[in-house]
Nanobody
């Protein structure tokens, strides 16, 4: 079994910063892409950023220039540095990871429980 646990969410004033982290643990052979998603009340979940095992990143247009995704492969951890936060960034942020639990297993996507980020105006 694989677990992803997010941390770092909270309440911050507009213009402020937060850093989210997500650590994967359990039966892990390899992790490919890791990413961050968010879901605001009444809206569907949207992709925020992804990072491949080799370091290639991808960002939603709404966060480019403000957010930065990174990872520590030795710790099976992905981070999301969020700067210049806006009220519209308020959402539950969840991490996910494509994981192989053994050499011959398929890639499977796992999700964390989410962490609340609230940005006040």
């Amino acid at each position: 079994q694989v677990q992803l646990v997010e941390s770092g969410g909270g309440l911050v004033q507009a213009g402020g910063s937060l850093r989210l982290s997500c650590a994967a643990s359990g039966t892990i052979f390899s992790i490919n892409v890791m990413g961050w998603y968010r879901q605001a009340p009444g809206k569907q979940r949207e992709l925020v950023a992804t990072i491949a095992s080799g370091g290639t990143t991808n960002y939603a247009d709404s966060v480019k220039g403000r957010f930065s995704i990174s990872r520590d492969n030795a710790k099976n951890t992905v981070y999301l540095q969020m700067n210049s936060l806006k009220p519209e960034d308020t959402a539950v942020y969840s991490c996910n990871a494509d994981v192989k639990i053994s050499l011959l297993s398929v890639w499977s996507k796992y999700w964390g429980q989410g962490t609340q980020v609230t940005v006040s105006s």
